[in-house]
């Protein structure tokens, strides 16, 4: 009898560990595949035995309601880091964010009006309104007895740890550190960051930064040496033909230079625009560096010179002028006012913004806007300015 309460497994302390590390990462694949990729973006279709899986064991181990999820997550993208944003760092504070992500999820998730306008397309059959929503506590209940059935006392903290698992790690630390600390790739409209290249621990959400870059796209990572889990397991199960990928980000292919940019240009341009802006950030930067060190050999004491301007620049060159802090301006003006190279090369890098913001010109107004900023470039007499117009009439859709 005694030995039947100490559980129908025995392992060793190490071995109760990893059964805790796995079934939480069992969630946390079911969190990133199913609620976020699949039914929040719809950036890939799942085949219904994968689906019901994930929805179940989400059942059993979060108690989360499908629509519920999708629709907070969708209005934190419409309305990101604006009051309306139901869990930003940037208006909320990241205290409140990392401390109370769950609660601030929670209310949002019972705000009708919410699950009005962005809980469309989500599952709603017998299972789903008479189990999964009607009975949602029942599934971490049966999670709890089945964990002390198995394990005995230790089934009692592996279940708790199952439980702060999601609120720990995406309430807490992708909604609050994903939006305060970390690296950015590209310098989208929010304060989006990847927390870490390497996106494992809670299943690719780390590159967030990528994500709200690219939001419909079923994978996270960017750059070669990043890597994201959560897009490996949707590989796998497309091989096996359990899913179905819609859309991944939009990549950048460089041909040889047209003669002049043509529609097909300007579509892939607009197309990559982030990607765009960072090469452009990137290929001018020795440029830059190399023109403020010689601003500080011929005025070392200009009171613009008191902050760092060559990681300042390298901010601001892949930045749209509006997204710039207002604090921030007066410093970039000041700079820029010392030297006709760091005039143009950001002037001609704000030019490119017209390319891609929504206004009133018609392809044709954009096309000739593009063969003119091609034309000063490789006029400017800036090497690395006519290096990049050249690649940019080459860009071509992948």
Same mark, same amino acid.
């Given at each position: 009898?005694l ?13 109760y560990?990893?059964?805790?590390? &796995? ?15 699949? #039914?929040?973006? *719809? ?12 929805r ?22 419409? *309305?990101? @880091? ?12 990241i205290?409140?964010?990392?401390l109370?992500?769950s609660e ?5 998730s019972?705000?009708? @009006?919410?699950?009005a306008?962005?809980?469309?397309g ?12 009607k009975?949602? !506590? ?8 089945i ?7 230790n089934?009692?903290?592996i279940?708790?740890? #199952? !439980?702060?698992? +999601? ?9 609050? +550190? ?7 790739n590209f ?12 996106? %494992? ?24 040496w990043?890597?994201? +889990? &959560? ?8 091989? $096996? ?22 529609? @097909? ?7 990559? *625009? ?17 023109? %403020?060190? #010689?601003?500080?050999?011929?005025a070392?004491?200009?009171? #613009? ?5 060559? *990681? ?10 509006k997204?710039t802090?207002?604090e ?19 002037n ?8 891609? @913001?929504?206004s ?9 806007? $593009?063969?003119?900023?091609?034309a ?5 007499? %800036? ?12 860009v071509?859709?992948?």
């Amino acid at each position: 009898m005694l030995h039947w309460l100490n559980g129908l497994v025995e392992l060793p302390w190490w071995g109760y560990i990893l059964v805790a590390l &796995g079934l939480t990462h069992i969630t946390i694949a079911s969190v990133t595949i199913f609620l976020h990729r699949h #039914q929040a973006h *719809r950036s890939l279709d799942l085949h219904p035995i994968p689906s019901h899986f994930f929805r179940f064991w989400l059942w059993l181990t979060t108690g989360m309601i499908t629509k519920e999820w999708a629709a907070v997550h969708r209005k934190h993208h419409a *309305r990101c @880091e604006t009051p309306d944003d139901p869990h930003s760092p940037q208006t909320r504070g990241i205290k409140k964010v990392l401390l109370e992500g769950s609660e601030l999820y929670r209310v949002e998730s019972k705000n009708s @009006e919410t699950l009005a306008n962005f809980g469309h397309g989500t599952p709603d059959d017998w299972l789903e309104r008479h189990v999964y929503t009607k009975r949602s !506590m029942w599934g971490v209940i049966a999670m709890a007895i089945i964990n002390m059935l198995l394990f005995g006392p230790n089934g009692i903290w592996i279940w708790a740890v #199952q !439980m702060i698992w +999601i609120p720990i790690t995406a309430a807490g630390i992708i909604n609050g +550190i994903g939006h305060f600390w970390g690296y950015r790739n590209f310098e989208n409209e929010d304060a989006s960051r990847n927390i870490v290249p390497w996106g %494992i621990l809670i299943g690719g959400e780390e590159l967030h930064n990528n994500h709200h870059t690219f939001g419909t796209s079923a994978k996270l990572s960017n750059k070669p040496w990043e890597f994201d +889990i &959560g897009w490996l397991y949707i590989r796998t199960l497309e091989v $096996l033909g359990m899913a179905k990928v819609k859309r991944v980000a939009p990549a950048v292919k460089v041909v040889a230079p047209k003669p002049q940019a043509d529609l @097909e240009t300007l579509q892939a341009v607009i197309a990559n *625009r982030y990607e765009i802006a960072a090469v452009y950030a990137r290929q001018l930067k020795a440029t830059v560096a190399l023109e %403020i060190e #010689q601003l500080r050999e011929r005025a070392p004491h200009m009171p #613009q010179f008191q902050f760092n301007p060559k *990681r300042a620049m390298k901010r601001w060159l892949k930045q749209d002028r509006k997204d710039t802090p207002t604090e921030d301006q007066a410093k970039l003006d000041a700079l820029l006012a010392e030297s006709k190279v760091l005039h143009t090369v950001y002037n001609m890098r704000q030019e490119l913004t017209a390319l891609w @913001e929504r206004s009133s010109s018609s392809k044709e107004q954009l096309l000739k806007q $593009l063969q003119d900023w091609c034309a000063r470039a490789e006029a400017s007499g %800036i090497e690395a300015l006519r290096e990049f117009s050249l690649r940019l009439r080459g860009v071509a859709l992948a």
